[in-house]
């Protein structure tokens, strides 16, 4: 626990230092308050702007800066370092894993608010959120990983990130695209913010796939973990 | 007066894929000691150092630290043991503080400690600056600070000085040697003899993954005086060269007498000299 506390302090400071990951747990929230006051559409749902930037936070966010965080470790040596100080590698992923989750869901407070909920739809907003975070962040560190250096994450994470993070908004252009978005969760944490706005009841699939692509995810991680491991 | 081993390297092998790159390597290491590894680049130092730090699992044979097999105590040793080596990495972004701080709360030091060991390596005025910012001299001397942090009994340092200025190497042998004085038993790898003459109690020559030699440097270097020779240079120039026996005691004493004598040197080879006659090859050589 202590280790795990360590880590987290660190990654706060380290990223604080780093414009290229700060930059994304900020976009999608500073873009959704500026585009929820400035443009209104007629006929277009409440709060727009805040699901679609939340999905895009959700897809993006969480998956590229694991990634990021995890494969710089492991081109630096820094990982090799912390292991050797008796940092146990579920120490270091938890510590790491804990600031991913709680900067991104930083931002689910700016998009609750934005979205107007609150009590009990603001408590379900952000469990929606935490789902799709927790799908997107074990994603990211089964490609960080994996990879052996930060390029190698990146040209495995671009492309993931953009089908995770775009999908929903195409899928509503697109009646093919939305076929293959059925399977994908960030597609139902999308369906499930549409039902929490419009205040329908939610479908037992949406939470089904949600389920599933956890259950991938966190296999996908095994699998890179017990392959390459940390070092 | 008995010596007790801290570190015992028995009889390692390893092979990375076809390729063996370590045969059979048995010694130990004396508890307090400074033992060098000497050889060249390509040699196997760093693949032995990583094998006796338990970072490479070798293909046979065992490394044990104060008796224990190292690959059950692995863990724990850690605990004891520094290291300085290229492939252990600094968060560029931190300064050089914020990366010792957080070494400091794994081995549960106290906050002084940092600034002991970063006035030690002449880094306090720097503490603050981030490490991407240092030169590769300042961050070999912060990699030792790190190295020292949890004042270990064990050190490893792999090329320690290596593309370092002689006044920062200086700084870093001198801190090494305060080291020793404190206690530590250091393994540090090496391809310069004159490293290894002033600091190790006995050097291990490595080459192509095989020990040719071990002992301590002067009594290497004096094993292979086959000339055994006096050099003699005087005052005007000429130099000349006595059997290093008796017989020449009188002509030797005539120059003294007469104040003609600007330099005398025994022909001892240096390490550099004993690796080239034992290998073919300089210490200084890249493969």
Known sequence: MKNTAIIYKKQLKDTGKNMALWIQFVMFPVMAAIMENSIRVENMPDHFFVGMFTVMHIGMAPLTVSASIISEEKEKNTLRMLLFANVRPMEYLCGVGGFVFSACMAGGVVFGFLGGYTGEKLFSFWLIMAAGILASMLLGAAVGVWSKNQIAATAVVTPVMMVFSFLPMLAMFNGTIAKAADFVYSQHIQLLMNSLSAGTPAEAKNVIVIAVNITIAAALFVIAYRRRGLT | ?287
Request: some cysteine; overall charge negative.
């Open chain 2, 1 to 287: 007066m008995t010596c007790e081993t801290a570190i015992g390297i028995k009889e390692i092998t390893h092979y990375f894929g076809e390729k063996k790159v370590l045969a059979g390597i048995s010694f130990s290491v004396e508890k307090g000691e400074i033992l060098g590894l000497l050889g060249p680049s390509g040699a196997g130092k760093t693949t032995l150092i990583r094998i006796v730090t338990g970072q490479l699992t070798p293909s046979t044979g065992s490394v044990s630290l104060e008796g224990n097999d190292m690959a059950l105590v692995k863990q724990e040793a850690y605990r004891r043991i520094g290291m300085m080596m290229d492939d252990l990495g600094f968060y560029e972004r931190l300064s050089c503080y914020d990366n010792l701080k957080l070494c400091a709360g794994f081995y549960e030091v106290r906050e002084e400690r940092i600034r002991e060991v970063l006035e030690q390596v002449g880094l306090y005025q720097d503490r603050k600056c981030p490490v991407q910012k240092l030169s590769k001299g300042m961050k070999s001397r912060l990699a030792l600070a790190r190295a020292v942090l949890h004042g270990p009994e064990f050190l490893f340092l792999d090329e320690p000085t290596a593309g370092l200025d002689p006044a920062t190497t200086r700084q870093i042998h001198e801190l090494i040697l305060q080291l020793q004085r404190d206690g530590a038993t250091i393994f540090l790898t090496t391809h310069n003899m004159t490293e290894a003459e002033k600091l190790c109690k006995h050097v291990a020559l490595l080459h192509e993954g095989q020990i040719v030699e071990y002992g301590a440097p002067q009594e290497i270097n004096r094993r292979y005086n086959h000339r055994n020779k006096l050099k003699i240079r005087l005052y005007g120039g000429s130099s000349l060269e006595l059997p290093n026996t008796a017989a020449s005691a009188e002509e030797v004493c005539g120059y003294l007498q007469k104040g003609q004598i600007e330099t005398i040197h025994s022909t001892e080879p240096d390490l550099e000299s004993v690796f080239l006659e034992l290998t073919g090859c300089s210490l200084q050589e890249e493969d």
